[in-house]
């Protein structure tokens, strides 16, 4: 039997993600699940609402619902502009 050694691959190049694309993956992922959280708050604190002050009524668990997600969704628009705006990487302005 002769020696039959297998000649090692070259090794491939993976492709990675851009560091962009993965800030934007890591800020959409951020944004949804913040969305899910607050509006489920916001959705159960009106239902507890509805059933202790309003006669077990729908309306205040929706607007429960809408003050979750509206604040989700001014907190991801924020997450998204303060990108395109320069960083001040923690440093205090002083304004005359």
């Not at 992922?29 to 899910?36: A, E, K, P, T, V």
């Not at 509006?39 to 309003?54: A, E, P, Q, T, W």
């Amino acid at each position: 039997m002769a020696d039959e050694t297998p000649k090692p691959l070259a090794p491939v190049a993976r492709t990675a993600r851009p560091m962009s694309e993965a800030l934007l993956n890591e800020k959409w992922d951020r944004c949804l699940s913040s969305m899910l959280i607050r509006s489920g708050l916001g959705l159960s604190f009106g239902i507890v609402f509805s059933v202790l002050l309003f006669k077990r009524r729908a309306w205040p668990a929706f607007v429960g619902l809408g003050f979750g997600a509206g604040r989700a969704w001014e907190e991801c628009d924020n997450s998204f502009k303060r990108a395109a705006a320069p960083s001040k990487d923690g440093l205090r302005v002083i304004r005359p």
